[in-house]
């Protein structure tokens, strides 16, 4: 079994890091300012991020990260300021996450919504814009 | 040697397998890569402001962090901006953002194309050259040369050797190089046989060129500096023009370089050294097919038309074919010398020219300022007048003579 | 099934392709691989020259090394995957997806490998596009998991 670190990040305040202190998983746990990030075996870290998602549900979103905690090679300290690559994605995506917090809550109960394509054509029907043209010059 | 930061402004250096090359060259110098601190919010506004509105984030990022360097958010000494060689979109937001950063900061900038050949080893002229400047500025607000002072310029072709007293050069050496030590030995000794001077009155010695370090601690030099510097300051001395901008082309019997220079101090530079072509050794193989010297070649070009040549690369194997072809199918010699120095300068200015600010004066130096032919055609292609200031071929000679007489 | 997320490093995809049941193919896996080799010392990813070379399995020499570097470490995801999901408009995406054209090449690659795929676009600042992103993706995992062929609607 190998070591691995993941992201957990919480779409609005948890209390995520009490909690998981409580439960005294075999884990190196780091706060940081979008959540928490933790590292250790991997069937420790199955067991972890299964209890966070079910005691946080949709509030909680977990992805694996590449580099070992405070990783030198990716410290902003050490980088002169400036951000890892993945730093601007990572803060777009969670200003996002509460609204997709908000749709997967609504997921079981909308049973009926229409997806809507996104292969759409939002180009104007031909037909369409002749008759606007025309409109215009009655 | 104080550490300084470099800015290093990529899209690819990391997934290229060359980012220890570039760190491990900076680190030779005592330099640390450093990378800008950017908002997100501000990487659109960024883009704006340049005005290049290009596809890739990575590239819209180095938007963000010139701007972030000109606006002082970023504690850099000089900028490092390197793109993937080959990539369309890359090579035109570099140029784009060393413009941008040269405009509106002072900040030394070097910009560079890298494939995932490039080595630490390649970097190394280019990296002591954007160090320097950074941390050099006392010793480049050198103007005058005062004393007695000498420069050895050991090429890579030829080395050139100066003596210098109270802002005039009085001895000159000029020998092919061989033994780097002994060529450049011997070029010091003609320097100061014209002068009647002995070794002991030289009180202060500066080395460039390739040789730079072997000759430099074999005559313990004063200074030992890269070649970019020297011409920089050697060429606006010179010519007379050592306030405002100033281009300097330097193409030697190698290499070839090309700095932009304000009052003096380099502001960006670049460096051709992958092709023959464009550099001194194509003329003298073009000199050796027309069975003339290489000081002929110059005027007899001047009589010649190049475009009564087919010339099918700037190789100096497959290009030199076209000249031999030339010359079989009884092509006149005038055009064939013609062609040979259009065929060199073309190449500089298409590979190197296009990097760096093009602001007038122009001054070119080195060995190839000396054939006419090829003065003539970068005035051509650059629409400009081209100065080339008495012992140009001498350039890196004087420059170390110049710089040297700061440790006096 | 495996599948393959565009951006590869993306938290809320890689989360919900592992919410519904799946495994998402991500780009941290394999740079923890990368990183922590031990016999590589090419900092700060350890992307070697070998691995640039080995990208010429995706596009020629005259390809940019930055290109073919990327797609050495990214296109085998696209390999081994079952199925994809493609943000259309991921922007900000930097550092391994920062250059366009890899990641032109690597959405041609998805469509050339014929598996179910689903594009979307990251949801603007409104509820309705969010629900659509969200559902979408959980309808395209809920028919990969039921066996429908195509993903699509």
């Keep these: 079994m190998s070591k691995v670190t993941k992201m957990v990040v919480v779409s609005s305040y948890a209390p995520i890091l009490s909690k998981i202190y409580k439960l005294q998983f075999d884990l190196t746990i780091k706060e940081t300012c979008f959540g928490v990030l933790i590292s250790g075996e991997e069937e420790e870290m199955k067991r972890a991020t299964d209890y966070m998602r079910n005691e946080f549900g949709n509030g909680v979103f977990i992805k694996e990260r590449g580099f070992p905690m405070g990783d030198v090679r990716r410290c902003r300290a050490d980088r002169g300021g400036g951000a890892r690559p993945g730093f601007y994605q990572l803060e777009r995506e969670i200003k996002m996450l509460p609204l997709i917090e908000d749709s997967l809550n609504n997921l079981d109960e909308e049973v009926d919504y229409k997806i809507h394509p996104y292969d759409q054509d939002k180009k104007m029907n031909a037909i369409k814009l002749q008759k606007m043209i025309e409109g215009m010059y009655k | 040697m104080e550490e300084i930061k470099i800015a290093l402004l990529s899209c690819g250096a990391e997934y290229s397998g060359i980012y220890r090359e570039i760190e491990t060259a900076a680190k030779k110098f005592n330099a640390k890569l450093i990378y800008p601190y950017v908002e997100t919010k501000n990487i659109d506004l960024a883009v704006e402001e340049l005005g290049l509105n290009v596809a890739s984030p990575d590239l819209r990022l180095m938007a963000a962090s010139a701007k972030s360097i000109v606006e002082g958010e970023v504690d850099a000494d000089a900028v490092f901006i390197c793109t993937c060689f080959r990539c369309a979109e890359g090579t035109l937001m570099r140029s784009t953002v060393r413009r941008y950063i040269h405009e509106h900061s002072e900040i030394p900038i070097i910009s560079y194309s890298f494939t995932e050949r490039t080595t630490a080893a390649t970097l190394y002229t280019r990296m002591e050259a954007l160090t320097t400047t950074a941390r050099r500025k006392d010793l480049l607000a050198r103007k005058k040369q005062e004393g007695i002072t000498a420069g050895i310029d050991s090429g890579s072709t030829t080395t050139k050797a100066t003596i210098m007293e109270e802002n005039e050069v009085i001895g000159r050496g000029w020998v092919p190089t061989t033994d780097v030590k002994k060529s450049a030995e011997t070029a010091f000794n003609d320097a100061l046989n014209e002068t009647g001077l002995n070794k002991g009155d030289i009180e202060a010695l500066g080395t460039t060129g390739y040789g730079r370090f072997l000759v430099g601690e074999e005559m313990h030099a004063d200074l030992i500096q890269e070649e970019i510097t020297v011409n920089a300051k050697g060429g606006v001395f010179l010519a007379e023009k050592q306030e405002g901008p100033a281009t300097i082309i330097d193409i030697g019997g190698m290499d070839n370089k090309a700095i932009s220079v304000q009052n003096g101090i380099p502001g960006g530079f670049t460096m051709g050294g992958i092709c023959a072509g464009a550099s001194g050794r194509f003329l003298e193989i073009s000199s050796r097919r027309l069975g003339i010297s290489i000081d002929e070649l110059g005027p007899l070009a001047l009589k010649g038309d190049y475009r009564n040549v087919e010339m099918n690369s700037y190789c100096i194997v497959f290009g030199i074919q076209s000249l031999v072809n030339a010359l079989a199918t009884g092509a006149v010699p005038a055009d064939v010398a013609s062609a040979a120095c259009h065929s060199v300068a073309e190449q500089v200015f298409e590979q190197q020219l296009q990097e760096i600010e093009i602001k007038e004066p122009v001054i070119m130096v080195g060995g190839c300022s000396l054939v006419e032919g090829i003065v003539k055609t970068m005035e051509d292609l650059l629409r400009v007048k081209v100065i080339v200031p008495r012992d140009s071929q001498y350039i890196g000679a004087v420059g170390a003579a110049l710089l040297s007489s700061g440790f006096i | ?153």
Excluded: Q, W
């Design chain 3, 1 to 153: 099934m495996k599948v393959f997320i565009f951006p590869p490093t993306s938290l809320i995809l890689s989360d919900l392709v592992e919410r519904f049941g799946h495994e998402p193919l991500v780009m941290m896996r394999v740079i923890r691989d990368k990183v922590t080799d031990l016999s590589l010392d090419s900092p700060p990813l350890n992307v070697t020259p070998e691995d640039v070379k080995a990208g010429l399995k995706y596009a020629a020499v005259d390809t940019p090394p930055g290109v073919r570097g990327r797609l050495a470490l990214i296109a085998p995801l696209i390999e081994n995957a079952d199925a994809a999901i493609i943000v259309r408009n991921a922007d900000y995406s930097f550092g391994c997806v920062g250059c366009a054209r890899t990641n032109e090449y690597l959405r041609y690659m998805v469509k050339r490998r014929g598996i179910p795929t689903l594009e979307v676009e990251y949801p603007k600042e409104n509820e309705e596009d969010a629900k659509n992103f969200v559902y979408s993706i959980e309808k395209f995992l809920r028919d990969l998991k039921e066996g429908k062929k195509n993903g699509r609607d």
